[in-house]
Structure formats: structure tokens, C-alpha cells
């Protein structure tokens, strides 16, 4: 490659989503950052996107041209949507960077503004509409902080189901983590995504959620990335989620 050509090193880290530009340029200062196995601490290197090995923390970051598979941990109060009238934060501030770049961005799905947690962005059209199509059934799963001390006969109740206003919901499985100090803490999978189901399962059955996660979707985990952080699907994830959705 000839001097003067190629994409500057923090853009396209910016561009697969490990980072912003300014967090990308923290991470090589770091010394966390390494090219075609040479770890790279000088700002501004050019690298060919499309041949240059780039690892962040030893894990390789796949720059793809088309389709695009994200992982984004939405924080606490933050908005599931791509932008907001009301100017509040939402996840399309997070991929700002890719947005400007002229990637067209989907959200599967969405979760409350208080519920934290997994959240995927794509702008493969078929995989989105087919992960949020009930007939499908992806399970996901949730860690719930509720009110009060929980019985371990819960996970039974939860599995034969509950009767809600707008019929009957059932969790595929259920386990008690911890309890402590007048709350406890328990997991949750289930497939089915009415609005606000988690919530409303739990106060249900007499344990309201005070604190919401959603750790996994199908076999795609958060992985442990501080909320307001992305992070592009490795190829067998994605091969997951296709697999989930008969694609």
C-alpha cells in the first residue's frame, strides 16, 4: 500500500462499531489495539480496511462492507430508537459514527427506556423481520432485581404460566440467583415478546422489577462491554440467529 492511502486507523475501528474515533484513539493509545500482529501505539496509521488483520484486545474486528450485525448495550433511560423528537439520548446517538457513514440501521426490536441491556442493530432487512416474528420464537433472557425475597417454588408458577390482561405467559426456564437485603435476583428465559412482559410477569406474581437486563438473545450474549458500547457479531453468531430463524 502506498503512503497516503488506506483509512486511518481509528476510523476504521469507528466504523466497525468496536468504538468511536475518540474512544478508538484511548484504545491504540492503550496499547490494546494491534495490525497484521504488530501492536500499534502512533495515532493515524493508515491500514487497507479489507486486507489488514486488526485484533482489539487480541479479538479480531471484521470491517464488512454490506451486511452489518451488531450487538449494542443500551443503557439504563436511553431511548430504543434510531433518533428522538425529544432530543432525549437514544441508540441511534451510540451508532452516530455509522449512521453518517451511510449505513441504514435497523433495531430488532426494542426494550423499555428502563430496561437495560442487549439490543441488536442490522441492516440485513430479512434477519430483523424475521427475529422479531413471534412464529420464530428466539428465546431471550433477562436478569431481574425484584421486590422482596423469592421462593424457589416461583420458577414453577412461572413455567405452568400466569394470567395476564391480554392472556396467559410462561417462561422456559427460571433460575434464583441471590437474595439479599429485601430483594432477590433471578434469570429468566422465555421466547415471546409482548411489551413489557417481563415487568408485568413478575408483578404479577407479587415481585416487582426494580433493576432489568436482558443478557442474551438465541445464542448472542452481551458479553461484558459497559452500557453505551457496541460490538460487531462474530461470524458464528450471526450463523446463530439465521440458524434460530430457519434463514
Known amino acids: ?102 449505513q441504514r440501521l435497523f433495531h430488532v426490536g426494542r426494550l423499555d427506556a428502563d430496561t437495560e441491556g442487549l439490543i441488536l442493530l442490522t441492516n440485513d432487512g430479512d434477519l430483523a423481520h424475521r427475529l422479531m416474528h413471534p412464529s420464530f420464537e428466539v428465546p431471550k433472557t433477562y436478569l431481574a432485581t425484584v421486590s422482596g425475597t423469592v421462593e424457589r417454588s416461583l420458577g414453577k408458577t412461572l413455567k405452568a404460566g400466569v394470567e395476564l390482561e391480554d392472556g396467559p405467559a410462561k417462561v422456559d426456564q427460571f433460575a434464583l440467583l441471590d437474595i439479599g437485603e429485601g430483594k432477590s435476583l433471578v434469570k429468566i428465559v422465555l421466547h415471546e415478546g409482548r411489551k413489557h412482559i417481563v415487568r408485568r410477569l413478575l408483578e404479577a406474581v407479587g415481585h416487582p422489577v426494580v433493576r432489568l437486563v436482558r443478557t442474551d438473545i438465541g445464542a448472542v450474549a452481551l458479553g461484558d462491554g459497559r452500557p453505551g458500547t457496541l460490538r460487531v457479531l462474530g461470524q458464528g453468531e450471526v450463523g446463530s440467529l439465521y440458524q434460530a430463524v430457519g434463514l
Open 1 to 102: 500500500m502506498a503512503a497516503g492511502e488506506g483509512m486511518r486507523l481509528q476510523k476504521v475501528l469507528a466504523q466497525a462499531g468496536v468504538a468511536s474515533r475518540r474512544a478508538a484513539e484511548e484504545l491504540i493509545d492503550q496499547g490494546r489495539v494491534e495490525v497484521d500482529g504488530r501492536i500499534v501505539v502512533e495515532q493515524g496509521l493508515r491500514v487497507d480496511p479489507e486486507n489488514a488483520v486488526v485484533r482489539v484486545d487480541g479479538v479480531r474486528v471484521v470491517v464488512k462492507k454490506d451486511l452489518v450485525h451488531i450487538a449494542l448495550n443500551k443503557p439504563r433511560g436511553w431511548q430504543s430508537t434510531m433518533s428522538d423528537d425529544l432530543g432525549r439520548p437514544c441508540i441511534g446517538d451510540i451508532v452516530s459514527e455509522r449512521v453518517s457513514a451511510g
